[in-house]
């Protein structure tokens, strides 16, 4: 396997990276096949990896987070994508369900729930999207009533990750009129009464993610668990997904990674014609070219990162590393296939599975078309 | 309860092992050198103990500078610290001269229970508990595979090849496990930042008190004296299989005695 050269910030992020390919072969690419064959949630995997400190990289020490720049933490969904893509997945969705607390919620809502979502004993879902649409986020039309001290909420939530698995749900709905100021953030515990999760999607990929629709019927949620200010929830959700764009451009950049080492070994191994296919340039240009795009996409994706790092705007640098990124990783799982031939085409070798996983990548957190929206607009703009 | 755990850095037995045509010793420069496998597991019962039990966990090895690396390794999973006995004397030491410095070390330490792998992956010999039990004076519960303690109790289920045997001895003791004992954790990030912080102690021969004449190769009771490469597996026996391929089969399997 080719390695990768990683510049690190710090000698921790070192170590960090080290413990990260330590968990990522002993661990996920040992259990990969067995459990996305079976679809089964990895939960216990999950939770190693919370005690190992992977579930809460970016969040403050103080609640129990690891404080790493971002640019450290995507290298680590990367490093566990290359190897399990929905495990990778299921760490930035959740690290995605842990924002709106960390940076909305008030000193009470992070000491209280903080320490067990970074250390990965509560496990957390993102509930934006609806069936009528997730593209167009500023309509949705899920609402929460408050009546005393709480909030009743109503409505259909589509395409959660860990539905069904998650002990807490982050649940934007309507409090207000109509349009994107009237939108609310809370967060429904998984016991929450008249909380129904749907019956699970059946995915073209990422097998062992359970997504499914989360129905909420006159659902009751204390209004102490509204984070954030009623008419904020739009802004907390498009600064999580900001956020959640650089974690699918890690995923997309792993992913990728591991279709090339594997497809790289197969070239070196197979013969044709009496020499190893690998030393046809027809199949060597293919995997240079792979090589080549996903060290472009590393590389904005870390641009990206810095600045989220350095406090500068990076919301369009994300969108790029995002669509760059994925549609990259659409690209070159496409050709691994291909480098594989027939072999690639069968579930004997991983590059059937990332082939099929790549393609979410191209739609969730902001279809690629969202993303060229918000770099269009932004350039409109200047 | 105070508990020190043996660790050995070992080359990586999944890695191309070497010895040293110079010297007949493994040749660690040039593998990825790791904590001995079986260590882990020990490691991870001495943690059990501590959380059952308290007390503290002291990590001790004897080797080289690098083997500090291991050290770390092996604080980054949560014992209290370590002691590193390094000497340049201490090259070429075979197990009884490894038994000599350790038992020295231990008898500084005084643990109530000393845990180590019941095997190394590179040298394999499994004396080395029991040469360190019989230079202290106490007993030696080896090979387990389950571990008890109550009071001052220890017992132990020893592993053998048609099942398991209970022995039970008193505080110290000498207790070596195999890798079926436990599952040993990974480290946390957390545990690596700490690890760094943990003390560790180096000891010199001179602090043991053991003497360089009685160590290393001019104490070495035992040595390689020659060793050659492992010659290329050979091509396997073919059956054709001409009406009477099962009755060869089986001949070959009960001449090979696999049956």
């Not at chain 1, 990778?88 to 000491?111: D, F, M, N, W």
């Amino acid at each position: 396997m080719a390695s990768v050269v990683r510049m690190l910030p710090t000698p921790e992020a070192h170590d960090l990276i080290d413990l990260t390919y330590e968990l990522a072969d002993k661990e996920l690419a040992m259990k990969v096949d067995e459990f996305e064959g079976r679809g089964e949630f990895p939960r216990e995997i999950i939770r190693t990896l919370g005690r190992s400190g992977l579930l809460g990289l970016p969040y403050p020490a103080e609640y129990g987070g690891a404080e790493q720049p971002y640019e450290v933490y995507l290298q680590v969904l990367e490093i566990l994508a290359s190897r399990w893509a929905a495990v990778a997945e299921a760490i930035s969705v959740h690290t995605l369900a842990c924002y709106p607390v960390a940076h909305h919620g008030t000193p009470e809502q992070r000491q209280r729930w903080l320490p067990e979502m970074l250390g990965g004993e509560l496990l957390g879902a993102y509930c934006l999207s609806e069936p009528a649409g997730g593209s167009d986020a500023a309509n949705l039309s899920t609402r929460a009533v408050k009546d005393r001290d709480r909030y009743f909420v109503n409505g259909t939530k589509a395409w959660i990750t860990h539905a069904g698995v998650a002990d807490f749900y982050n649940v934007f709905a309507r409090t207000g009129g109509p349009g994107p100021k009237g939108i609310s953030c809370l967060l429904a515990p998984s016991d929450t009464a008249g909380l129904h999760v749907q019956a699970r999607e059946r995915t073209m990929g990422l097998k062992s993610s359970p997504v499914a629709q989360v129905s909420f019927d006159d659902a009751a949620v204390p209004e102490d668990r509204l984070v954030g200010q009623e008419g904020e929830g739009f802004r907390i959700a498009m600064g999580a997904l900001d956020s959640g764009r650089l974690g699918i451009a890690a995923c997309a950049v792993g992913l990728a990674q591991g279709a090339l080492d594997y497809a790289t070994a197969y070239a070196k191994d197979r013969t044709q014609f009496g020499q190893a296919i690998i030393d046809f340039q027809a199949v060597a240009f293919m995997l240079a070219d792979a090589d080549t795009q996903i060290s472009a996409a590393r590389a904005l994706m870390l641009h990206a990162a810095r600045l989220r790092d350095h406090g500068h705007p990076y919301s369009i640098e994300a969108a790029k590393a995002k669509l760059f990124a994925s549609d990259m990783a659409m690209k070159v799982t496409t050709d691994m296939v291909q480098v594989l031939g027939g072999a690639g085409y069968v579930a004997d070798h991983p590059v059937e599975r990332y082939f099929r996983e790549a393609k979410v990548l191209q739609i969730v957190e902001g279809t690629n078309q969202i993303q060229r929206l918000v770099i269009g607009r932004s350039l409109a703009k200047d | 309860m105070k508990i020190v755990v043996l660790v050995k850095q070992v080359p990586d037995s999944g890695a191309e092992r070497n010895l040293r045509p110079d010297d007949n010793t493994v040749d660690r420069s040039s593998a990825n050198n790791v904590i001995n496998e079986m260590d882990e597991y020990a490691i991870e019962e001495a943690l059990r103990l501590q959380e059952a039990h308290g007390g503290e966990v002291t990590i001790l090895t004897m080797g080289p500078e690098r083997a500090s690396e291991s050290i770390r390794k092996a604080l980054s999973m949560g014992p209290d610290g370590a002691v590193h006995v390094l000497d340049n004397a201490l090259s070429g030491t075979d197990a009884l001269g490894t038994s000599r410095v350790l038992a020295a070390a231990l008898q500084r330490i005084n643990p109530d229970v000393v845990l180590c792998g019941a095997e190394s992956t590179d040298a394999g010999g499994q004396v080395l508990p029991h040469m360190l039990a019989e230079r202290l004076g106490i007993a030696a519960l080896t090979g387990a595979r389950k571990l008890t303690v109550e009071g001052s109790q220890l017992t132990i289920e020893r592993q053998t090849e048609e099942g398991y045997e209970v022995v039970t001895a008193a505080t110290p003791a000498v207790v070596s496990v195999w890798d079926t004992i436990n599952e040993p954790r990974y480290p946390s990030f957390k545990g690596i930042m700490a690890a760094k912080k943990k003390p560790v102690e180096t000891l010199s021969l001179a602090d043991l008190g053991v003497s360089a004449e009685q160590v290393g190769w001019t104490g070495a009771l035992t040595g390689v004296a020659s060793h050659s490469k492992r010659p290329p597996r050979s091509a396997g026996q073919k059956v054709a299989d001409s009406g009477e391929g099962g009755v060869q089969l089986v001949e070959f399997l009960t001449n090979e005695k696999f049956v």
